[in-house]
């Protein structure tokens, strides 16, 4: 475009790119909205789960709920690790990188396992009413989780330059993940709703849709491994090496061997105890130990 004196006018890429700007701090706003909301709520809701011996299900110590514990407390070691490397810049739209690993924690670690936390105490419930909230719950924590992740590809899909997106292994196993998720999510929505938009039908089970969970969120914990152990930076992140090598050594090792072995077939108690001490073992590597 040219403007008066026939010289060519900045004005439509400068708008273009505060449009860019803006789009990427909302996006920073909404995941910064949902992780720290999700993170209030459920950790006020498992300390209430394990100290709460009035009714069951809520009190029993069930290997999803210490699942969810952990996961509660990586997601929150990983954002304060980020918030000290970033100086103050976490919540601009210059950190949108930031935001990948934060929401796919908070999705993969806390949201997830809340939600099979929810399903599973379902089965341990005689009270209809009761049971119907819990599958409920089971269903709105996937769908946050679902969002979650969604704002966490976004973060990623709009940080890199185009041709460069789905490189990686890390990338690939997480787009089968988001795929997985998505495809759990619609199908146990047309199975409660069966097709029309009547009340939905609550208590149902579903091989299927049991196992694409489950698939999806073994995909998760692979991608979330891949990613935490990559140690170089793209140059757009804010301190990220380092929390990565922190993630890397302190949360992802641990956590992920410590899921793989634990958060499996059914077993006795006293393997969900075990993945209680793992996670204290997993605390006290990652605060008791110094980086080297």
Known sequence: QL???GSHTTELPDALSR???????NIVNAASAVVFVTVGFLVPWMIFRFISGSSAPFAQFTRKGVATAVGAGMTIYLILVIYSQSNGTLLSAGSLFNWHPICMMCGTALTYPAAFDAVTMRFASKSPSERQFLVAAHAGLQLVAAFT????????YLNKPPGKHFLSLHSLVGLAALGCGALN???GSLKSFNGGLAW???LWSDKNHRFIGKLSFALLVVATALGLAL???DGASVGMGRARGLAHHRVALPWRNMVLRRFGPRRRLWNARG???????CARRAFCRPVA
């Open 275 to 281: 993945l209680g001490r793992g996670g204290l073992l």
């Open 3 to 5: 403007n008066r004196t």
């Open 200 to 202: 939905p039908r609550l």
């Open 185 to 187: 999510v619609a199908s």
């Open 231 to 233: 140690q170089q930076g």
């Open 19 to 25: 449009m860019d700007v803006t789009f990427k701090q």
């Open 149 to 156: 992740l969604a704002l966490g590809f976004a973060a990623i």
